[in-house]
């Protein structure tokens, strides 16, 4: 059994492996790379700063959307070299500015070249969701992928799914082993390209994780937002109405979670990405007008408040991340996530 040592901070670097363990052990990739040269006890470790100015982590992201910008930032941040996709002129010259390398691209017409770009990444994530009538855009081209991967340098892969590939399960408790029944033809969609991604990562000897992400909230997007906004329901919010539970993760408990998985490489594990409590919407509502009140009083002049909740659907487990992962979520409910917001906040009435 490969053990790991958490002890240290995250790094630009990657993990390190012994030598020494036997040349009859059948290694994935991201064991056998020359970017883990190292300790003789054959226990994996965290670099040392000098192995940091040697070598430098490149992250590829496919969909720089709310999660990948987020990730993107935290990582450069670390002195990572991120590049990705996006799908606009504008935000491509906006991410740029911030120091990103980016690509345009069209999942409905994609353009295969941007590919190109991955022979020299060592990480990829992929946040692009499947398109109805085509499945995953990427996956399409699988052989145009393998060949770009295949004699590159990338090690780790991480696919963003979503809880909804569980389908109702009538307020059941549901864990990673709980058989998936997705009902929408997104989350079905959603559960082919889970599989395609880990077979892909498996052939190709890839540390290959799948996250089914709960709800995404965070600066800029949540219930606190909208409701200052004072817009309509998005339609993924207008879903989520009826259901007396939806399991929700702040976009920052999410990179965690990334993180945690760079440092911890497995092949083909599955994670539930998602928070303590899985309160209904018209709930999170309320506290988050109560918020808005206490800080801005008479600020809400119209409502958006949803109504109550009818149907079950389900209770989302994120044990195996806490345990497998060693994650302590910064924001374990949607009162301290909705509150940080808020707190970072500037006066909506001064604008």
Known sequence: MVMCQLSCQFLATPLQVGKSLPTSLHLPRFLKSESFPGASTGVLRCSTETEVSESRNRMF??????????????????GWVVSGTCTSAFKKK?????GFNI????????ELGVLNALKYSTHLLVSIPPVVGIGDPILQHDEFLKSRIMDGDLQWLCYLSSTSVYGNCGGELVDEDYPASPASESAKLRLAAEKGW??????????????????IYGPGRSAVDTIIK??????????????????????????????????????GKIYNIVDDDPAPRAQVFAFARDL???????????S??????????????????????????LHPTYRSGLQSIIDNMENPISK
């Open 61 to 78: 992201i496919l969909g720089m959307g709310f999660v990948g910008q987020f990730f993107a930032q935290d990582l450069k941040n670390h």
């Open 94 to 98: 906006k991410l740029e500015e911030r």
């Open 103 to 110: 690509y345009l691209f069209d999942a409905n017409e994609p």
């Open 198 to 215: 880990s077979s892909l990562g498996s052939e190709l000897g890839l540390s290959t994780q799948i996250f089914r992400l709960g709800g």
């Open 230 to 267: 004072q817009g309509p329901l998005t339609e993924g919010q207008r879903k989520r109405i009826s259901r007396q539970y939806t399991s929700r993760v702040h976009v920052a408990d999410i990179c965690q979670a990334l993180k945690a998985t760079i440092q911890i490489p497995s092949v």
């Open 292 to 302: 808005i009140e206490k800080k801005w009083p008479n600020h809400i002049k119209e």
């Open 304 to 329: 958006v408040f949803p109504g109550s909740a009818r149907k079950a659907e389900k209770r989302v487990s994120n044990a195996r991340m806490k345990k497998e992962l060693g994650v302590t979520l």
